[in-house]
């Protein structure tokens, strides 16, 4: 690992108080979510006579599948609703995988709740069970909200298809994004056959108004954060693009402007989604981190060129308006738990790193930042940390490929090696995410609790 260390001068002292890192309600929400669940299968057994045949028990298996994706699709689409207690204290990247791992169970659920409900109605209707696609065809055809059901489900497995790893990164974020939008056209088409006649819904009224406020209360939230509390931002502060600075090839910031930009609520660490309203830009939104501390007129994103949008934005001009949503995620400041920090950042990850390093109140000696590159030329925004370490007595170090291209030792020997009191560090971790799970094994490796590792991923 090469290591240059910068301090010295009289640090800026700031006074510590007492740091009560906020806890995540992930297992609160979990538990909720679980208690939610088994009131759903509370109301199928309620209005369950029997299940003594076998047609009994195949139509019982479907609705409890149907009640279930019902009441999940709900929650897919509340955890892209960015209800800012759930992207400020669960975390972007954590809500995001909920809701891949969420969508992923519905999908499954709908199709095990359509094969096992045509097979009950197969069974009922006297037919023999090879005879299910034509059931099927008569039940779509004939059955209220049956035709739209129909069509939100075609929706849902193909966007289920191309939200597949592999498919998706070929996609390209963009065209990802915008299909991934019908999943709202998906779940509106399939939601009137659950509260049809003969449905557990429609004959019981307090189901019923549980569902409607189910709903409800999910589209109320997706309206609020997701489209009328943007308007709000953007007419509030009326961004601009200031100017596009080269740091290292293929690497630039963006200086946007504003008024009264320090009102956003915006933390070091966190990012935004920012349109730039540039002929052939409109339409796309991007995730990118605020790489320094909000000021009152001014905000930065440092962005590497990887795709079509970042390659974009060297591009745009002065005075371009921005239109942003956020902001959003939890790697902030209020995770902390510990006096001592330790930042590690991993080729463009240094973004919400180096806001971070400005701006974590700490003593001389209290912050280490590593930064991890493929070479010195590729260390975006080095001379500003040196500046900020210098300022405030930190430790910066870089750990980039020998000449020969060899990777640097960052194991848990080496990383005790240059902090010997690691294990009572809290850890900042943001990068690309092999670098960010090895990583993560070297600390735990050296002794840093999992709970005092706090992560996010750029991957979306
Ligand atoms: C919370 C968050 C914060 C981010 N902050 C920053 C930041 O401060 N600076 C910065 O440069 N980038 C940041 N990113 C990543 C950035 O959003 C993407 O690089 C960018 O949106 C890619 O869009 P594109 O059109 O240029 O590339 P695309 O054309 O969409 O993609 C080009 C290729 O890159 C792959 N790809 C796209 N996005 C990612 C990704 N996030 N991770 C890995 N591979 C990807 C695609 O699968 C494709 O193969 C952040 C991402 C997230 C989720």
Redesign the pocket.
């Known amino acids: 690992m090469s290591t240059t260390l910068a301090g010295g001068r009289a640090a800026r002292r700031q006074t510590m108080r007492r740091i009560r890192p906020r806890r995540s309600p992930a297992a609160v929400l979990l538990l909720a979510v679980g208690a939610g669940a088994a009131g759903v299968l509370w109301l199928w057994w309620r209005n369950t006579p029997s299940i003594a045949d076998d047609t009994g028990r195949v139509l019982g298996a479907g609705r409890i599948t149907g009640l279930l994706a019902g009441y999940l699709m709900a929650l897919v689409v509340l955890q892209m609703a960015r209800v800012p207690a759930l992207e400020r204290r669960v975390g972007?990247?954590r809500v995001a995988r909920w809701h891949a791992m969420s969508g992923r169970y519905t999908l499954c659920l709908v199709l095990a709740h359509i094969v096992l409900t045509m097979w009950g109605y197969t069974l009922q209707a006297g037919r023999p069970v090879t005879d299910i696609v034509r059931q099927t065809i008569d039940s779509v055809t004939e059955l209220p909200d049956l035709g739209k059901a129909a069509i939100g489900t075609g929706l849902l497995l193909v966007i289920g298809l191309l939200s597949v790893g592999g498919v998706?990164?070929?996609l390209?974020?963009?065209t990802w994004y915008h299909i991934h939008l019908l999943t709202y056209a998906a779940v509106f088409l399939t939601f009137w056959h659950q509260i049809s006649d003969g449905n557990d819904f429609a004959v019981e009224p307090a189901a019923q108004t549980f569902w409607y406020g189910l709903y409800g209360t999910v589209t109320a939230l997706v309206l609020w954060y997701r489209v009328l509390t943007p308007v709000r931002l953007n007419l509030r502060h009326r961004m601009r693009v200031e100017a596009v600075i080269e740091e290292t090839p293929g690497?630039v910031s963006v200086l946007i402007s504003g008024t009264k930009l320090h009102r956003m609520g915006a933390e070091a660490g966190q990012?935004f989604r920012w349109r730039f309203l540039a002929p052939g830009m409109r339409f796309?939104s991007?995730?990118?981190?605020l790489?320094a501390a909000p000021r009152p007129g001014m905000l930065r994103?440092?962005?590497?060129?990887?795709?079509?949008?970042?390659?974009r934005l060297r591009e745009l001009q002065p005075g371009t308006r921005v239109w942003a949503e956020g902001p959003?995620?939890a790697l902030t400041a209020q995770r902390r738990s510990r006096g001592k920090v330790l930042l590690v950042a991993g080729g463009?990850g240094i973004?919400?790193m180096r806001a971070l390093f400005e701006t974590l109140p700490g003593a001389a000696g209290d912050l280490t930042l590593l930064y991890r590159a493929n070479s010195t030329q590729d260390l975006a925004l080095w001379d500003e940390l040196a500046k900020i370490a210098d300022e405030r007595g930190a430790r910066l170090m870089y750990a980039v490929n020998s000449p020969d291209g060899e990777r640097p030792d960052i194991s848990p020997e080496s990383l005790r090696r240059k902090i010997p009191d690691l294990d009572r560090h809290d850890v900042f971790l943001c990068g690309?995410p092999g670098f960010a799970q090895s990583v993560y094994e070297a600390l735990r490796g050296a002794g840093v609790p999992a709970r005092r590792i706090h992560h996010?991923?750029?991957?979306?």
């Open positions: 972007s990247d998706r990164r070929r390209g974020y963009d690497i990012f796309s991007h995730p990118y981190s790489s994103i440092t962005v590497k060129a990887i795709g079509d949008h970042s390659s959003y995620g463009v973004t919400p690309p996010e991923s750029f991957e979306m």
